[in-house]
């Protein structure tokens, strides 16, 4: 893990075993420095939100679970604008092909709701071609 | 009443209004848990009119949204009614953004959900 700190930026940089709840620590310090950079309570919900589901989807469904695998996770955060770019050591998958979840057939459906909800909240999200690597941005409100 | 974790669940008349015991519902075991607690009171308990306080709730995930659902469908499955209420910005717009807000009976006050039974 690498931590870099100055007084404009706050970058970490962190290999996470693929077990649930590994995030925890770091999630927390990177939802702790939004609030030092001054981010409002809605900003810092809406990145909370995105983050665990990209981190819990690449470790139950990149690396489902495999003990051998790790989560690579680089956070970046300024006054203005957050960057978290998550990768798994899985297959990938394709983010067009996830169904809709707010489709009348499947509104009730228990899961598929986590790429919607990194969509509607972060600024920008952009999978990589493999779709194993995906990289959340927020501009502050 | 049977003793909780996740939950607390008192009766207010034929009503049984649940307040959560954690803040941030995100945890898998913790998640699992609360779900077993939730269906345990259609499914245990017979209770069939069930108001969700989110006055504690700050945050919950999207697995958290797939146990909700889950009760709905069971309480709606037992002919009973499931109404949800306080729940704060954030978490509406979750409900809102998954149009989950169209699937769950939402009102802005507990005595509103206990009035609309």
């Known amino acids: 893990m690498t931590e870099q700190s100055d007084a404009d930026v706050w970058r970490r940089v962190i290999d996470l075993p693929s077990e649930r709840g590994s995030n925890r620590e770091v999630t927390d310090d990177l939802l702790t420095q939004l609030k030092v950079f001054g981010w409002p309570p809605s900003d810092v919900f809406a990145v909370h939100l995105a983050v665990e589901e990209a981190i819990v989807n690449a470790i139950v469904h990149g690396n489902k679970l495999d003990p051998a695998k790790r989560v690579h996770v680089e956070c970046e955060v300024s006054a203005d604008r957050v960057l978290v770019s998550i990768t798994d050591e899985g297959p990938g998958f394709d983010p067009a092909r996830v169904p809709d979840c707010t489709a009348e057939e499947r509104l009730e459906a228990p899961g598929g709701r986590g790429v919607m909800l990194m969509k509607s909240f972060m600024t920008r999200i952009e999978y990589n071609a493999k779709g194993n690597s995906v990289v959340l941005e927020k501009r502050r409100t | ?117």
């Open chain 2, 1 to 117: 009443m049977p003793t909780h974790n996740r939950i607390d669940a008192t009766k207010v008349g034929d009503v049984t209004v649940v307040t959560f015991t954690d803040k941030k519902i995100l945890d898998e075991a913790g998640i699992q848990e609360l779900g077993a607690e939730l269906f345990s009171l259609i499914e245990r308990d017979n209770r069939r009119s069930i108001v969700l306080n989110f006055d504690n709730v700050d945050f919950l995930s999207s697995a958290a949204l797939g146990k909700l659902i889950t009760l709905d469908r069971k309480v709606k499955q037992a002919q009973g009614r499931l109404k949800m209420c306080r729940i704060k910005p954030e978490i509406l717009e979750v409900f809102q953004v998954t149009k989950l807000n169209k699937v769950f009976d939402i009102r802005d006050e507990q005595d509103e959900a206990i009035a609309a039974f």
